[in-house]
């Protein structure tokens, strides 16, 4: 997870007619003039957002022939492919961004499903008749966000069981550690996957990295069974 890429996600959709503009050329390239009338928002006031969008990589631009005796009309389109989750309980906050990788080809996928899918979605793509591949799309489509919502669903429920624990750990955590730095630290490693090194609590703390390896430590000798905490290294 970048938290810079979270940063710019959260500040650039936290305004509605960026959401907007976004959703819009989902739909299809426009030119800024088709965006402020279907907007009702300003010319000024969308260039300036189209901007911004462009500057974060959100769009890109093109030009194109008017039809009409006119200069090249300049278009946006969506450029940007990726997934935000927010999650925050009682007793977790959590934030993933994460690019949507391309997949070209089906060896690359795993999941048995998945590939039965990828067939399907390869076979209306190799469709030559637009009104079929509209027709086609339009009942796969169906298929992938009624699993989209099977998905959310567990992801949901999986995350009611993170809470579960997270406020249990957390409650012990508090009982059995009277040093405040001690806290932090589990607080920040307790259930990571990847565990962050004394230079990434350090930052992450902002704490010294002596003191971080202290309490490491001590951190290892009351816990000796865990994973959690590598060994510091050796003082020279």
Not at 6 to 12: A, E, I, K, T
Not at 207 to 219: P, Q, T, V, W
């Amino acid at each position: 997870m970048s938290l810079n890429n979270v940063d710019v996600l959260l500040d650039v959709l936290g305004n509605d007619t960026r959401r907007r503009i976004l959703q819009l050329l989902a739909d299809e390239p426009r030119y800024f003039i088709q965006l402020s009338r279907e907007l009702g928002v300003s010319q000024q006031a969308v260039l300036k957002h189209l901007e911004i969008l462009e500057k974060n990589g959100f769009i890109t631009s093109y030009e194109e022939e008017s039809d009409f005796p006119a200069p090249k009309r300049k278009y946006f389109q969506l450029s940007l492919s990726c997934v935000l989750e927010v999650g925050i309980t009682r007793d977790a906050v959590q934030f993933v961004f994460q690019d949507i990788p391309r997949l070209d080809r089906e060896d690359q996928i795993e999941e048995k499903e998945l590939k039965v899918l990828s067939r399907k979605v390869n076979t209306v793509l190799e469709e030559e008749d637009p009104i079929e591949l509209l027709q086609q799309s339009d009942d796969l489509l169906k298929e992938i966000n009624g699993t989209l919502k099977e998905t959310l669903e567990t992801e949901i429920l999986l995350l009611r069981f993170k809470q579960r624990l997270t406020r249990a750990a957390h409650k012990a955590i508090r009982e059995s550690f009277d040093e405040e730095l001690h806290r932090h630290i589990l607080y920040s490693t307790i259930g990571e996957q990847k565990q962050p090194n004394i230079d990434q609590l350090s930052t992450m703390l902002d704490i010294r990295e002596k003191e971080i390896g202290e309490a490491l430590k001590l951190l290892k000798k009351r816990m000796p069974h865990s994973k959690n905490f590598a060994s510091p290294p050796a003082e020279s």
